[in-house]
């Protein structure tokens, strides 16, 4: 009977230590926000909450990511209404639903994205329009997966408004004085190799395999030769030592 | 296969690589600034500052724009998408009447004109304003 209730202590006690260090993971900013930093995550919403105040529409995302290395799954989620906040409540909303998959570095399956475009509103928005801008849900298992998500979600808007069922938000060039001194930083490489790099190597891999196997072609007599002199000479000498 | 046979064809794969690297070089020339100049509707020109139009949506002209010529790097707004190259700067941004507006600046003029959008993202962003979008995704990384 003090066994059984030492056992049950002891269980109690594990089950509580697992319970805080459950709550601690699934406090923890990274665990709430696996895609965004939670400071990109308020940045995004306000400037959602900008557009939805011009629009009268409401935005959000929603990513669910599956690491299979960690094994517990998280929510990258936030609207206009704030972080952790969908739109749905909104009459008229637009949300950038996803999912990420990570799989284990055991396994032979690659990792995996998916995003889709849900309203409520009819004529609204639809997937295939954000991917017409260039943005694919392959670049949520990259490296700048958080930049992929802040742009698209950021697109939402002007995507509603091409749709016709909002007003579109009036660009404000040179609205803000630039402070001397301040200028552009990390200026990238060249934009001509950046389009043609992939085909300028394989052009050049290609000619350079071409010129190897022509290359063989020259070399190979030499090598053949060398081979059968050799044999002719080890015969050579057989048959000298025969013959004494 | 003969020795003969190995150098001629090695020969011929080696001429398509060739002929490979030289037509990327003879017909993949140009930049994002000649594409849009002979794609789009040209405006108005101030310096090395030239505004277009198009009657497709900026989705539509920045998504076909990137596809030609791949950005380093690419912002989207409710105002507007923008594409950075190495000397220029390309913002798309809807028309009141409908289709889009295509800016292209070169990198220190197109960082100015869209300094609220772009200056924390591309820049030494050091001044603050109503509006300004911050350090953008992955500053904090």
Not at chain 1, 34 to 42: K, Q, Y
Request: aromatic share 8%; with cysteine.
């Amino acid at each position: 009977m003090r066994a059984a209730s030492a056992r049950a202590a002891a269980l109690a006690a594990f089950l509580s230590v697992l319970s805080v260090a459950m709550a601690v993971v699934v406090a923890s900013p990274a665990a709430a926000l696996p895609v965004l930093e939670r400071a990109d995550a308020e940045e995004l919403v306000t400037l959602l909450a900008e557009a939805a105040e011009e629009q009268d529409v409401c935005y959000g995302w929603r990513i669910e990511v599956n690491d299979e290395e960690r094994g517990l799954p998280g929510w990258d989620e936030g609207s206009n209404l704030g972080l952790n906040r969908g739109p749905e409540s909104c009459a008229r909303f637009v949300q950038l639903v996803g999912r990420v998959r990570f799989t284990a570095e055991s396994s032979e399956s690659e990792d995996s994205a998916s995003w889709r475009l849900e309203t409520n509103i009819p004529a609204g928005p639809r997937t295939p329009d954000l991917e017409r801008a260039g943005y694919s849900a392959d670049a949520l298992v990259g490296p700048r997966d958080d930049v992929a998500l802040f742009n698209a979600t950021l697109a939402l808007p002007l995507l509603t408004a091409e749709a016709g069922v909002a007003p579109a938000i009036t660009a404000e060039p040179d609205a803000q004085p630039v402070a001397p001194g301040d200028m552009p930083t990390g200026r990238s490489g060249s934009d001509w190799l950046r389009q043609n790099g992939e085909v300028l190597a394989l052009g050049g891999f290609v000619a350079a395999a071409g010129l190897c196997w022509a290359g063989y072609g020259v070399v190979k007599p030499y090598f053949e030769g060398q081979h059968t002199n050799g044999r002719q000479d080890e015969q050579d000498g057989e048959e000298s030592t025969e013959d004494t | 296969m003969s020795n003969r046979a190995h150098i001629v064809l090695g020969l011929v794969v080696a001429v398509l690589g060739a002929a490979l690297v030289l037509g990327v070089m003879v017909f993949g020339r140009g930049n994002v600034r000649d594409h849009v100049s002979q794609r789009y509707r040209f405006v108005q020109r101030d310096g090395r500052s030239a505004v277009y139009s198009s009657p497709e949506a900026p989705s539509k002209v920045a998504g076909d724009i990137a596809k030609k010529w791949e950005p380093a790097d690419r912002l989207s707004d409710p105002s507007g998408f923008f594409l950075r190259y190495r000397s220029d700067i390309v913002a798309v941004t809807p028309e009141p009447g409908g289709g889009s507006r295509i800016f292209v600046d070169d990198e220190d003029r197109g960082y100015a004109r869209w300094y609220p959008v772009v200056g924390g993202n591309w820049g030494t962003y050091s001044g603050g304003g109503e509006g300004f979008r911050g350090g953008g995704p992955g500053a904090g990384k």
